[in-house]
């Protein structure tokens, strides 16, 4: 494994012309002597290192894969040979100190024979979580799902069946252990408290059909049966999931909605506990309000976090299985394609992914929050604004000591 330094250009072209690490050809060199660019000489060196059985993975500026010149010559020879295994395309703005995208090369000189002449392409640009506004990575099942495209590359369908399943029985454990008794309790009790102080009639409504919905997401869960390991099964226990997934995602509505609804209750109770408690020395009703749903601040999460990890895990098996539902490699468009050498060569050799698995259709996010949206936006303008009132200070503090 290696992450070289991309695109060095100080490389003493004279030294390195008889080196036998570079059985590929020195890529260009430029007028003053020196390599024009040494993502090449990387390649060459690690490659030559490998015994007949071994593997590199080499982390590479993402104009590499597709550079012309005397480059692309080194390249169709690194091709040529038959090493070339799988080019990983990624997004920008996955290393700490720069934006740039990248690329994984993966070599392998104990490629089977039926492989030697192709290269799997794995566009994974859109595969991602955010960590900051700045920085992506993958989360740990997006690793586990792009590795799994490559056992399907590789004839190893068991693994990738063995982690659908693993995908669905965590789901299936999730569902069964999401509990709304207590949630459901201390609702009731602060209905009953609100109740003296406000008009609780929709915060009524809410926790009936709350109830009602959790007995019947419940019953529905306790029906799912343990998934079996083959794809056919698999595939109907992930099928059985997507409507209490519908369920599930209901319930985590309702949920948000009571915790409003109660929120409005107590705000109206603690108003009114203020209005007569004006020339009192103590405010009962306001206390009693405060405290009316804090028995257990997180009580609300206990529902929401195992519906939550429920949907996610069903969804990280329906990403695996609606993609490549026989459990076999396919081409699929915007991600991955198995490509030979005779489409490599109608290419230029090119190394770059995306040229060869094209534009996935646009997906529509069913789980958009517009309101948590704008308030990423509003908390992001503020900080913008925030550095643009310093920057000004600092600025004009600049030209005050320059005029000085």
């Known amino acids: 494994m290696a992450n070289p330094p991309f695109n060095v250009d100080e490389i003493d072209a004279e030294k390195m012309k008889d080196d036998k690490r570079l059985s590929f050809g020195l890529p260009g060199v430029n007028k003053g002597g020196k390599v024009s660019n040494g993502n090449y000489v990387w390649m060459s060196f690690f490659h030559s290192y490998l015994s007949d059985k071994g593997r590199a993975g080499i982390v590479m500026s993402s104009q590499a894969s597709s550079a012309g010149g005397q480059e692309a010559k080194v390249r169709e020879a690194m091709v040529k040979a038959g090493d070339m295994d799988v080019m990983l395309a990624i997004r920008g703005n996955f290393f700490y100190t720069r934006t740039v995208p990248c690329e994984i090369w993966f070599m392998d000189k104990g490629k089977p024979a039926h492989l030697r002449d192709k290269a799997l392409m794995l566009d994974a640009r859109q595969v991602f979580r955010k960590v900051t506004r700045k920085v992506c990575d993958f989360s740990p099942e997006q690793e586990k799902n792009l590795t799994s495209i490559v056992w399907l590359y590789r004839g190893q369908e068991d693994r990738f069946a063995g982690l659908v399943q693993s995908y669905l029985a965590t789901a299936r454990e999730e569902a069964q252990a999401a509990c709304f008794a207590p949630l459901l309790d201390v609702l009731a009790k602060a209905e009953g408290h609100f109740a003296k102080h406000s008009d609780v009639t929709e915060l009524q409504t809410g926790i009936q059909k709350l109830t009602t919905d959790a007995q019947a997401f419940r019953a529905a869960a306790a029906a799912l049966a343990e998934p079996d390991a083959t794809i056919p099964a698999l595939t109907d226990s992930w099928t059985a999931m997507q409507p209490l997934a519908d369920q599930a995602k209901t319930l985590l509505k309702e949920i948000d909605h009571w915790a409003k609804l109660a929120q409005k209750a107590q705000e109206a109770t603690i108003a009114a506990g203020e209005k007569a408690a004006q020339g009192k020395k103590h405010l009962t009703a306001i206390a009693a309000a405060r405290v009316a749903l ?77 309101e948590e949206a704008i308030k990423e936006i509003h908390d992001e303008l503020e900080t913008l604004n925030a550095e643009a009132a310093e920057l000004a200070e600092t600025i004009a503090k600049n030209f005050a000591e320059l005029i000085v």
């Open 294 to 370: 804090t028995g257990d601040p997180e009580i609300h999460l206990t529902p929401t976090g195992a519906l939550k990890r429920f949907r996610y895990f069903e969804g990280q098996a329906g990403w695996l299985l609606s993609r490549f539902p026989e459990g076999r490699l396919r081409d699929v468009e915007g991600l991955v394609k198995l490509v030979n050498q005779a489409e490599l060569a109608e290419n230029d050799y090119s190394l770059t992914p995306g040229r060869y698995v094209g534009v996935a259709p646009e997906a529509e996010d069913e789980d958009f929050d517009f």
